[in-house]
């Protein structure tokens, strides 16, 4: 089966600070995706990497950016925290034209 | 560009009942679909996918689909819900031939009554 982790089911982190989100995937996809996932609002995509060291940004990019040195990590970074930040994060990943595959979610507090 | 309309952000049903749960996308090329279930706190979990072999499509847990290309439609259903069907379900498009990045609904809560 896929595996798809995410390094934290909760996280509670103060306004100000960086926030580093890993995700790790073992089955060689080259898509990874960051998504953010609010009530009413579904699933709104941040970034994207479709290759090692490559990256695109999604409808929502501003105050995240990402790093993908190694083709199974992804990490999400949140440059300095904010209340707003405040959601469930989803990292998924898949072969290109076919299914995602998610993680289990981040849920980010920031206080 | 594409989309994805989910009519409904919820829907209530009975044990036993039919359910239906609503998906209109739009693409400039041929889609990818899929639907997706969340149970609470967790991540997505596939239920079945389209990608243009036959129309009905059948998935896990008694769920199937149909793609109606004239409807721009792509409905979930289940003849008889069940008491652990109660879940967030989420319907995705992806454009053949494009960059396949998934463009998600906002998703339907699904509720049943015993």
């Known amino acids: 089966d896929v595996k798809v982790t995410q390094s934290s089911r909760y996280l509670v982190k103060r306004t100000g600070e960086k926030v580093f989100l890993e995700c790790v995937q073992d089955?060689?996809?080259?898509?990874m995706f960051w998504y953010r996932q609010d009530p009413g609002l579904g699933l709104r995509l941040i970034y994207f990497?479709?290759?090692?060291?490559?990256?695109e940004k999604g409808d929502i990019p501003e105050g995240y950016s990402v790093s993908r040195e190694k083709k199974e990590r992804f990490s999400l970074i949140l440059e300095s925290a904010s209340t707003n930040q405040t959601s469930m994060y989803l990292c998924?990943?898949?072969?290109?034209?076919?299914?995602?595959?998610f993680g289990q979610g981040t849920r980010l507090t920031v206080v | 560009a594409q989309s994805v309309t989910q009519l409904g952000s919820h829907v209530s049903v009975s044990e036993g009942a039919l359910v239906l749960l609503r998906c209109n996308y739009s693409?400039?090329?041929?889609?990818?679909l899929f639907w997706y279930v969340q149970y609470p706190n967790q991540g997505l979990q596939l239920l079945l996918k389209?990608?243009?072999?036959?129309?009905l499509v059948k998935g896990i847990n008694g769920f199937e689909a149909e793609f109606k290309k004239s409807e721009t439609s792509f409905h979930l259903t289940k003849p008889s819900a069940h008491m652990s069907d109660a879940a967030e379900y989420f319907c995705?498009?992806?454009?053949?031939?494009?960059?396949?990045?998934?463009?998600f609904g906002r998703g339907t809560s699904l509720i049943v009554h015993p």
């Open positions: 998924a990943s898949s072969l290109r034209g076919a299914e995602a595959f």
């Open positions: 089955m060689d996809h080259e898509n």
């Open positions: 990497s479709y290759d090692v060291k490559m990256k």
């Open positions: 693409s400039s090329v041929p889609p990818y």
């Open positions: 389209y990608t243009s072999a036959a129309t």
């Open positions: 995705a498009v992806s454009e053949r031939g494009g960059s396949y990045i998934p463009t």
